[in-house]
């Protein structure tokens, strides 16, 4: 219990003209709203989109990544300094309501043990922790200087503004309990520790003066602190949670919008600025400048020009170049007005969506690439030699193989498979893919999971000639026209014959299938093919009694892992199926591409910029003898690595369904 006398103090002791006080806070919110009008005013000549429906499951988002910070954490360095930073604030924003609503309206709540606990100790511990994250970010900028961050003057202002309001604080503070002897002094440890020292080299009369001007520089401090953050990068304090709240909540892989090809006025993808949407816009003003998304951007990592933090930066510097009227920018073409934006940087994106994930604040860096190069694609006819040649075999052969000489069903050969023309009872679509049928190295892939299912007693079918591309390629490409037209007539088809279900090898056409499909009228049961395989070994369909004698490592493939969540079933059946497992160290929702994505497996990369050695570098890292993929793609592209780094030693790359299909083949041999 705390004695009987009321442990409390003087709010605004030795102040006097306090009203000035007030104005210039009005006055400090004036100017800031001025600055948050501007950025809104910019929002709304953006492209109308709702991000404000299912509020329950935004809240927790909000919940979990503005307030606790959920990304943020994720690098220890930063994670200590913003947290102290940012939880110091909000601690001290509480404190400062809470003096006001004792001083000015009368409430009595700064007293005793409250005041003791919370008002002294707590806000001195919380306020001592924005000077230590101050400090520690000061060493980041200009000792350490990790190449991923922007180095601006504004940067160092800011902190040094930060840091002045927190010192200025702390001398009020201790220079307050010094003059008036204050008998709980201790409780503020850091405040006291200011009066102790002062009190050796100060007298009461000159700690009083100082108090009072210190007091006022540092009411000038935090109200010019208050005006100026809404034009600067602390516009993220306000932009930062409202683009976590108007997030996207589907998965990522569901994330491209469809275009309306009836609007003759609307350009095909974003040409200027205002074809952006308003969540776009805000992203701008979001941003950070933390450099996360570049930092994990395979593309970037082996060397290659495409920067998504640039991206995002320039965009928000060309509004902002406009002066007085940033509207001037709306009107200019975006390609190539600033260097990010340059067309060599574009065609390098795998769309794997690290960038998104990686973003502490939720921005969508990926979709406004593709939305850029459905412009050059669509309007401008500009893009790579070999991604033309792709999309002319898949407007001609109905898929994105010019060279190849297979045919759908030359994989089948041998196998007691069905035609779905004639199968009209099968449970079962396995859809085969473009990469599972033509590439003859994939062929031993869809030959072991058209066996296990077979194995497994599901009766299933296959298109065979009538199956055709998806239309992922074209569509991260940038050829939506076409990409439409191959759904439709996709759609119809499968409609036609009744499917529900649909098992493939492949996670772009399972992504295509479960997240873009459905806004095409075809809705179905999908699964990819390590999902379907590990549910019936689970359901004790297919039964295994040897193990493949390797260590074995498993690469996610971007569309099935961190655009779609399903990380599990994969494993699950290389834990089963092989004698020991291990991890890379980029995985599962940190996974590394594999560099086939978004096109850029029909680019010839150069040699000493390429995503999949690098990949394969982590791969070997792990001392595994098997690498398992669940992609065509990622198989190509590994092979490909493997093969170029491995030297001497004996690694392959190998499908889970090869994996899987192997410990069977062992068993019928015993």
């Known amino acids: 219990m705390i004695d009987q006398q009321i442990a409390t103090r003087q709010v605004l002791w030795n102040i006097t003209h306090d009203w000035v006080m007030y104005v210039l806070f009005a006055v400090s919110l004036a100017i800031a709203g001025y600055g948050i009008y501007l950025r809104l005013s910019i929002w709304r000549r953006g492209v109308a989109v709702d991000r404000f429906d299912r509020p329950a499951e935004r809240i927790k988002l909000l919940l979990r990544h503005a307030l606790l910070q959920g990304r943020t954490v994720r690098e220890r360095y930063a994670a200590i300094f913003h947290s102290f930073i940012f939880t110091g604030f909000i601690i001290l924003f509480i404190a400062t309501t809470v003096v006001m609503l004792d001083h000015r309206f009368g409430i009595p709540i700064m007293r005793g043990a409250f005041y003791l606990y919370f008002q002294s100790f707590v806000v001195d511990v919380f306020g001592a922790m924005v000077l230590v994250g101050v400090g520690i970010a000061t060493v980041r900028r200009a000792v350490i200087r990790p190449k991923k961050l922007v180095y601006t003057d504004e940067a160092l202002r800011i902190l040094a503004l930060i840091f002045l309001m927190a010192l200025t604080g702390f001398l009020i503070e201790g220079w307050r309990i010094a003059a008036t002897n204050d008998p ?48 600067t990068k602390l ?102 007005a600033v260097p990010a934006t340059a067309a060599e940087a574009l065609w390098e994106c795998t769309t794997c969506g690290a960038c998104m994930e990686a973003c502490p604040v939720f921005i969508e860096q990926m979709p406004k690439i593709l939305d850029l190069r459905r412009f050059q694609v669509m309007e401008e006819s500009d893009f790579p030699e ?67 299912l077979e194995k497994a007693g599901v009766r299933f079918a296959i298109l065979g000639r009538e199956e055709k591309c998806t239309g992922d390629p074209a569509r991260r490409i940038g050829n939506e026209f076409l990409y439409d037209m191959m759904v439709r007539e996709n759609v119809d088809l499968l409609n036609g014959y009744g499917v529900k279900q649909i098992v493939t090898s492949c996670p772009h056409c399972f992504n295509t299938f479960l997240n873009e499909y459905p806004q095409f009228g075809g809705r179905f049961e999908v699964w990819h093919h390590s999902e379907f395989l590990s549910k019936l070994i689970e359901d004790g369909r297919l039964a295994l009694s040897e193990k493949l004698d390797a260590s074995v490592t498993f690469h996610d493939p971007c ?22 497992s291990v991890e890379m160290a980029q995985t599962r929702e940190n996974g590394f591409c594999c560099g086939g994505g978004g096109g850029m497996s029909f680019v010839d990369e150069p040699k000493d910029k390429r995503v999949n050695q690098e990949r394969a570098r982590q791969a070997l890292e792990t001392g595994a003898d098997v690498v398992a993929v669940g992609c065509p793609f990622c198989m190509t592209m590994l092979e490909d690595g493997i093969n170029a780094r491995k030297g001497d030693r004996d690694v392959r790359v190998m499908d889970v369904a090869e994996i899987l299909w192997q410990t069977m083949e062992v068993e019928s041999k015993k």
């Open 184 to 231: 709980w002094g201790a409780w503020s440890p850091f405040g006291y520790l200011v009066a102790r020292l002062s009190e050796s080299l100060m007298s009461v009369e000159t700690m009083t003066t100082a108090h009072l001007w210190t007091w006022w520089l540092h009411s000038a401090l935090v109200f010019g602190f208050i005006a100026w953050a809404p034009y």
């Open 386 to 452: 070999t991604m033309q040649e792709a999309i002319t075999s898949l407007e001609s052969r109905g898929h994105p193989f010019r060279g190849t000489q297979s045919t759908r069903v030359d994989w089948a050969e041998g196998l007691n498979v069905s035609i779905m023309a004639d199968a009209r009872d099968a449970d079962v679509l396995f859809w085969v893919g473009c990469g599972g049928a033509l590439i003859e190295r994939n062929q031993k892939v869809v030959r072991a999971t058209a066996r296990l």
């Open 559 to 580: 569309y099935l892992g961190r655009h779609n969540g399903r990380f599990d079933a994969p494993r699950q059946i290389v834990r089963i199926a092989s004698r020991s």
């Open 235 to 336: 516009i993220h304090i306000l932009t930062g949670p409202l683009n976590i709240y108007t997030a996207r909540l589907d998965p990522s892989g569901v994330i491209l919008k469809t275009l309306d090809f009836e609007n003759q006025d609307a350009p095909l993808g974003v040409k200027t600025l205002a074809n952006f949407t308003w969540k776009d816009l805000a992203d701008f003003d979001a941003c950070t400048e933390c450099g996360r998304c570049t930092q994990v951007c395979p593309a970037n990592t082996v060397g290659k020009s495409l920067s998504p933090r640039d991206i995002i930066l320039d965009l928000r510097d060309l509004i902002r170049a406009g002066g007085s009227d940033p509207m001037l920018a709306f009107e200019q073409p975006v390609v190539n």
